[in-house]
């Protein structure tokens, strides 16, 4: 955690702070001591409170989900008496707002130079006024003018500066919002009179009146017509009121709606005050925020629009009111800001600083002046238009590059004018100073060190792998504010991790396992962890006995193999089910509570690596991921990008996901259906989004793993710091603590074997198997898909199970060096052991032991005539069904070879031969490409192929076989019972 120290001389500010000590502040107090200079003089203070008092839990509460903060205060200078709250100087407006100057009775001068208090105004003098306080109130006294006392309510006016006073703390700044459009409702306009009928009405009785009176010559007539004229101009007079009356009622609407805008917003002064405040949060960093930034620009004329009623033109003079103009930032929004640099240069401060407050509240970013600040940017501020961004752009210029309209609006410093999406007249802009915003930015902490390290971290139960995992399976990897706990059978039973390069995907991967191993024993979890980082992430997981492999891409043929023998568990379980009749895992848990059946949890750690190495993977796992939804079998896989590698058979068997920061929007999109994970900042590894089903996304903070003799480390801040402080959970020493306390733990049989050895001995293998002639040991098989391995014999049928007999004819396949020459020297020792007739067929160099051999011929020595007396002498022999072996070396030299008096080839004849002697004829051939893509193979059904040192070409005519390791020796075995793909054999 960052730890932020006031009041220290010639020391750093920014420290590091690793954890609380168990013993709170009195052991930090302590250390503060032994890593300060100059300490023995000083006490230490947080939010007031000596540190001293302060005891573990205290301090993880206030620092939680902050900065820590301590205050350096010389011994004994802490007042034992609260002051009274003081009177400030606040500049409300003006192109250095926010500023506060405290006051007493000592006077304080105010100007722009060569004053105390410095306001940043071109239009204020050098002095402009002094101020104090007396007993009778607040005396203010321009230069030149006479003294006068300042009613505190009143605003005071000097140059472009507005000034108020302000007793006591501040308040916690209001959340701003978008004030929505300027509509007032003043209510029903009084209907204007008709003048022509008025005029009329009262005209005509008038003229008939002063007729009759000079008809008849009497005066009342005139009396009664005068009438109409009172009536005439009593409904005028009323009209003239009612119209007064609604003016006034325009005008409180319109004052109503500006205080409803000032709501919305805050101002520089209200951020200073706030500033103040004795709160933990006391810019609303916390809570709701607009989804957009709302900037608040000063005051203007702008004229309302009247709800609710037509032909409104003849109340337009009265409409224009004086309120607040704000702006919302909506993507692909461009506001210009024109002027000289003197007066852009405050409002440009003052605009930042409100979008560092919202890129703080927002985790979000900005770019400003093509530099970028924090997480993604939300909006670009810079001198010129970045035409291919949908970013919202704020542009200070000297001079207009737009045209207004709907989504172009140009703010005009020169002619206090707003055109475009508003209209505006007798703009007052608010502006602040390059210190205040740095002194608000420093507030803010936008700019403050990367926080790399948290007061929420996790730490081992003393009740370690006590838990059942028949109806669950918990993993925490998140405490504190941003906690997160998941029940992957509840939400499951599957869960992808997705996350670009440095985001912390594999510290979560390994949080989310080693959870499970601290909360249940190995009888209860087992894993089989599959790594294609090269082994950088799970091998320190391989120590632990709930993990049953390890396999990595450096030999990528054991995890495929991986995926056969968990298949293999799959159908096992299968049947175990159908045996007992239950439905699924937790059925037979709770009808056999003492049966040893472990969740089977496996982990995939860079899937796109295995799924781009075998094509096949991607099928295998959508099966396994479909299939083992009732067994008890879980699929944790991490990932990068989802796209290309997790296949939609595989996503719908995800029920849970959780992204850390994305390398695009799109993949944000596409993994939790919103753009969150791309805003996450690169500062803060192991933060993620998690969701479930259809709800929306929950974001959390990877914690990191605490022992309980870790050290307490303070390091003074600099760029180095993650070099000199443990930034994650020291893995080595939490896997040694968790292999101690499950020492005496029973282990859960094992559902994939170890490797093949790289050698082996026949000799050590038929005495551990208790095997003796007339069978001979030639290597050992791998079968995964049984979960076994054993001996591979020549030999006569043996009705064992746990040996493979190749009692028939056999085929090896390989080039020189691949270890088929060793294999070659145990076939003759066996055939030379057996009572039956024997050929050598020499196609390499020459035996030594010729004579031990009925027939021995090279092939230097095989003429046609030479070829015609063997297989004349061959024939014999099995017609008189004698049992024979022939072991052929060189295949391809002796392919070839024409024999005296046959139309035929040699080929030819040697399969003629099987085909009419096959019991009591027996081939061994040794040979390569002619062998591989020749006839004779085919009458052969059991076949070891050696890959070592053949060629790709080489390798094309093969059948298709399971991948081994280029190792010495190492083949594959195909026979009919395993007639494809075949099982892998570690020769002798």
């Excluded at 609710?308 to 009265?318: A, E, G, I, L, S």
């Excluded at 803010?444 to 009740?463: E, V």
């Excluded at 989004?689 to 480390?713: H, I, S, W």
Aim: glycine share 6%; charged share 15%; with cysteine.
């Amino acid at each position: 955690m960052l730890l932020q120290i006031f009041g220290l001389l010639h020391q750093p500010t920014w420290w590091h702070l690793n954890r609380i000590p168990v013993q709170g502040g009195t052991a930090l107090a302590e250390i503060l001591a032994a890593n300060l200079t100059h300490t023995q003089d000083l006490e230490f203070y947080s939010d007031g409170a000596p540190l001293t008092s302060l005891d573990a839990n205290a301090l993880i509460q206030r620092w939680a989900d902050s900065v820590g903060q301590l205050v350096a205060k010389p011994a004994g200078s802490v007042p034992r008496y609260q002051p009274a709250p003081q009177l400030a100087l606040v500049a409300t407006a003006g192109p250095d707002s926010g500023r506060i100057f405290p006051l007493s009775r000592r006077r304080l001068s105010v100007g722009r130079s060569g004053s105390r208090a410095q306001v940043r105004d071109p239009w204020l003098s050098a002095h402009e006024f002094d101020i104090r306080l007396s007993s009778n109130g607040t005396v203010v006294t321009p230069v030149d003018q006479p003294e006068f006392l300042w009613e505190s309510g009143e605003p005071y006016a000097a140059g472009a500066t507005r000034f108020t006073l302000h007793r006591g703390d501040g308040q916690p700044l209001m959340t701003p919002k978008p004030p929505g459009i300027f509509a007032i409702q003043p209510g029903q306009p009084p209907s204007p009179p008709n003048v022509v009928l008025q005029v009329i009405g009262a005209a005509a009785p008038l003229l008939i009146g002063i007729v009759l009176m000079v008809v008849t010559g009497m005066w009342y007539f005139l009396l009664f017509s005068g009438i109409s004229v009172i009536i005439a101009a009593v409904m005028i007079t009323q009209y003239r009121r009612a119209r007064k009356q609604f003016v006034h009622q325009i005008r409180l609407a319109l004052e109503s709606a500006a205080n409803d805008i000032r709501r919305c917003v805050y101002a520089p002064h209200q951020i200073s005050q706030a500033l103040r405040a004795s709160e933990n949060d006391p810019l609303s960093l916390t809570g709701p925020q607009p989804e957009h930034p709302v900037l608040y620009l000063g005051t203007g004329l702008r004229k309302a629009t009247l709800d609710q009623m037509q032909q409104t033109q003849r109340w337009d003079d009265h409409l224009t009111g004086t309120v607040p103009i704000v702006v919302t930032l909506q993507p692909g929004h461009r506001i210009f800001v024109v002027g000289d640099p003197a007066s852009l240069r405050p409002v440009k401060n003052w605009c930042v600083a409100q979008l560092l407050r919202h890129a703080k509240a927002t985790d979000g970013g900005l770019m400003l002046d093509r530099r970028q600040y924090a997480g993604a940017p939300q909006v670009l501020v810079d001198d010129d238009v970045d035409t291919t961004s949908a970013l919202p752009q704020l542009i200070f210029t000297a001079q207009s590059r737009g045209l207004p309209d709907e989504n172009t609006t140009i703010v005009d410093l020169t002619a206090h004018a707003v055109e475009g999406a508003m209209t505006v007249t007798a703009l007052d802009t608010l502006g602040i100073s390059t210190p205040t915003l740095q002194r608000f930015s420093q507030e803010i902490g936008l700019h403050q060190p990367d926080d790399s390290l948290s007061l929420q971290h996790l730490a081992l139960s003393p009740t370690t792998m006590q838990g059942c995992a028949a109806d669950e399976l918990t993993t925490v990897v998140g405490t504190g504010t941003l906690e997160l706990a998941v029940d992957i059978v509840a939400v499951g039973p599957h869960l992808l991790i997705t996350g670009t390069t440095g985001s912390g995907k594999s510290e979560l991967l390994l949080t989310v396992l080693v959870g499970m191993v601290e909360r249940y024993p190995p009888t209860e979890v087992s894993m089989i962890l599959l790594d294609f980082k090269g082994g950088s992430s799970f091998n320190v997981l391989e120590p632990l006995p709930h993990t049953m492999s390890v396999e990595t891409n450096h030999v990528a043929e054991s995890s495929f193999r991986s995926l056969d023998a968990i298949a293999a568990e799959l159908h096992r379980r299968e049947r175990l089910f159908a045996k007992y009749q239950v439905p699924d895992y937790v059925s037979f848990r709770r009808s056999h509570p003492t049966a040893v059946l472990p969740r089977l949890v496996v982990a995939i750690d860079e899937l796109r690596v295995l799924v781009d190495d075998n094509d096949d993977a991607a099928n295998a796992l959508a099966r396994l991921a479909a299939t083992g939804r009732s067994l008890g079998f879980h699929l944790i896989i991490a990932t990068q990008r989802t796209q290309g590698a997790v296949s939609a058979d595989i996503r719908a068997n995800i029920g849970a996901i959780m992204s850390l920061r994305t390398a695009t929007e799109h993949d944000s999109w596409e993994i939790l259906g919103t753009g969150d994970a791309f805003g996450i900042s690169p500062a803060t590894p192991g933060r993620a989004y998690y969701k479930t089903g259809a709800g929306q996304p929950q974001l959390f903070q990877t914690a990191r793993y605490l022992l309980d003799d870790e050290p307490v480390e303070l390091i003074p801040h600099s760029d180095r710091v993650s070099e000199q402080l443990n930034l994650t959970t020291n893995w080595d020493a939490l896997i040694q603590e968790l292999c101690h306390r499950a020492i005496h733990l029973p282990v859960a049989d094992p559902v994939i074997l170890p490797a093949l050895p790289k050698d082996i001995r026949s000799a050590a293998l038929a005495t551990q198997h208790q095997l003796a002639p007339p069978n001979e040991v030639i290597g050992l098989v791998d079968d995964p898909a049984n979960c076994s391995q054993y001996p591979l014999t020549l030999g006569p049928k043996s009705a064992r199970d746990d040996v493979a007999v190749l009692s028939n004819s056999v085929a090896w396949v390989g080039t020189a060096d691949s270890g088929v020459e060793t294999t070659l020297a145990t076939v003759c020792q066996h055939v030379q052991q057996r009572p039956e007739r024997k050929f050598f067929l020499d196609g390499g160099r020459l035996m030594r032991s010729e004579n031990s051999w009925d027939t021995y011929l090279h092939v230097s020595d095989a003429a046609p005539d030479a070829l015609q007396e063997m297989v004349q002498h061959l024939t014999v022999l099995l017609t008189e069904e004698q049992h024979t072996t022939v072991v052929i070396t060189d295949w391809g030299s002796w392919a070839t070879q024409m024999v005296t008096g046959h139309f035929q080839g040699f080929e030819d004849l040697l399969i003629q031969l099987l085909r009419q002697h096959a019991s009591v004829l027996r081939l061994y051939v040794f040979g390569a490409r002619e062998l591989a893509g020749g006839r004779l193979i085919a009458m052969i059904p059991d076949r070891l192929y050696l890959p070592m040192n053949s060629s790709s070409e080489h390798r094309m005519i093969w059948p298709k076989l399971v991948s081994v390791p280029a190792i010495k020796a190492r083949a594959v075995l195909v026979t009919a019972e395993h007639a494809t793909g075949g099982l892998a054999v570690q020769l002798s």
